[in-house]
T-cell receptor
């Protein structure tokens, strides 16, 4: 069990560019969550998957954001036409089921310049 | 809606001091309550949890008791160490819906030798 893995750890991009982040959950964890954390704040929920189905999206997830989890394994989060306000830490978490602990990855820190 | 309020930081203590970090919440029903810790350069780790009223979660010398009457889940430790320096997040998980976590804003703790 290698834990939740996120890639890349850091990303600097120019405003208007598209970026994609990847999350590999702990194997056999069927729930996967994305959160966003801005400086000095706690993580805020973005979206979650149960297996390959995306079951809920936060109002924070504008139409420039899209997440996928093909085949219920790894997940990707894409941000199109990035804005400076997208600069944040993007966290991924996974859990075996609804009753068990969620394990977090180390996050991807995005800086939009 | 669901929300968590933590005492504002940063908090600076001397080694072996007593620690309290206050956390109060607003939620319908009986959510599960958590404390997560984020050490420098690392991801969020679950520190302790409580799933029903009057439960006490404990780990690594830290304790927190689920108080329904005061809607609180204060974190305490009798004697802190330099290695406890980190950011601490209080969170709740609602009983309905996506089971997503709702976090407080975090409290940065620094322990001086």
């Amino acid at each position: 069990d290698t834990g939740v893995s996120q890639d890349p750890r850091h990303k600097i991009t120019k405003r208007g560019q598209n970026v994609t982040f990847r999350c590999d959950p702990i194997s056999e964890h069927n729930r996967l969550y994305w959160y966003r954390q801005t400086l000095g704040q706690g993580p805020e929920f973005l979206t979650y998957f149960q297996n390959e189905a995306q079951l809920e999206k936060s109002r924070l997830l504008s139409d420039r954001f899209s997440a996928e989890r093909p085949k219920g394994s790894f997940s990707t989060l894409e941000i199109q036409r990035t804005e400076q306000g997208d600069s944040a830490m993007y966290l991924c978490a996974s859990s075996r089921d609804v009753r068990t602990e969620a394990f977090f990855g180390q996050g991807t820190r995005l800086t939009v310049v | 809606g669901n929300s968590v309020t933590q005492m504002e930081g940063p908090v600076t203590l001397s080694e072996e001091a007593f620690l309290t970090i206050n956390c109060t919440y607003t939620a319908t029903g009986y959510p599960s309550l958590f404390w997560y810790v984020q050490y420098p350069g690392e991801g969020l780790q679950l520190l302790l949890k409580a799933t029903k009223a009057d439960d006490k979660g404990s780990n690594k010398g830290f304790e927190a008791t689920y108080r329904k009457e005061t809607t609180s889940f204060h974190l305490e430790k009798g004697s802190v160490q330099v290695s406890d320096s980190a950011v601490y997040f209080c969170a709740l998980r609602p009983i309905q819906g996506a089971q997503k976590l709702v976090f407080g804003q975090g409290t940065r703790l620094t322990i001086n030798p």
